[in-house]
Antibody
Framework: EVQLVESGGGLVQPGGSLRLSCAAS????????MSWVRQAPGKGLEWVGN????????YYVDSVRGRFTISRDSAKNSLYLQMNSLRAEDTAVYYC?????????????WGQGTLVTVSS | DIQMTQSPSSVSASVGDRVTISCRAS??????LAWYQQKPGKAPKLLIY???TLQSGVPSRFSGSGSGTDFTLTISSLQPEDFATYFC?????????FGQGTRLEIK
């Protein structure tokens, strides 16, 4: 059974940093694109970025480029999101999601999400 | 960035009704479009990709159509478990973008 479990969320002050993790199981992690998607409270979905199977390609939405970094560790079957210079508008539930086989951009499995709150 | 606009923003319907939700893209997507269902407090669930391909395990009452800039999600006969919020998503180019969502409520 495919499982994605996010962790690392919490309360952080504006300008602070946080690192989210996503533990993957039930599939061959190293063969799939992986994405992060966020959802502000009561709002819609916003794609944050994704990473290729071998980590050689990464793409980000403009609003986080230069502040957030996606990485992965296939030995640990884990995906990461390093978030720096956090702003109030980064407050959201962050989901990790797997790209459908043979494509990067359709997301067929999602974690349960982890809440990040940026506030003083 | 490609803008995705869904209509309506919300719709009320009854069990057994046929419901259609529309999604319009600001640029030609060919067939690079997906639909997701999200229930309160839960992660989204992939229903349809490539505009009309049903994801494994999704009931056949869900169908998708369209190409280019105009797409439709149809639920042929609403079931109680279908009341949720639906999002379209373009996969034609980065950044991936989603529609604002359509909330399907019980009448």
């Amino acid at each position: 059974e495919v499982q994605l479990v996010e962790s690392g969320g919490g309360l952080v002050q504006p300008g602070g940093s946080l690192r989210l993790s996503c533990a993957a199981s039930g599939f061959t992690f190293s063969t799939y694109w992986m994405s992060w998607v966020r959802q502000a409270p009561g709002k819609g979905l916003e794609w944050v970025g994704n990473i290729k199977q071998d980590g050689s390609e990464k793409y980000y939405v403009d609003s986080v480029r230069g502040r957030f970094t996606i990485s992965r560790d296939s030995a640990k079957n884990s995906l990461y999101l390093q978030m720096n210079s956090l702003r109030a508008e980064d407050t959201a539930v962050y989901y990790c999601a797997r790209g459908l086989v043979a494509t990067s951009d359709y997301l067929d499995y999602w974690g349960q999400g982890t809440l990040v709150t940026v506030s003083s | 960035d490609i803008q995705m606009t869904q209509s309506p923003s919300s719709v009320s319907a009854s069990v057994g009704d046929r419901v259609t939700i529309s999604c319009r893209a600001s640029q030609d997507l060919s067939s690079w479009l997906a639909w997701y269902q999200q229930k309160p407090g839960k992660a989204p669930k992939l229903l349809i990709y490539s505009a009309s391909t049903l994801q494994s395990g999704v009931p056949s009452r869900f169908s998708g159509s369209g190409s280019g800039t105009d797409f439709t999600l149809t639920i042929s006969s609403l079931q109680p478990e279908d009341f949720a919020t639906y999002f379209c998503q373009q996969a034609n180019r980065f950044p991936i973008t989603f529609g604002q969502g359509t909330r399907l409520e019980i009448k």
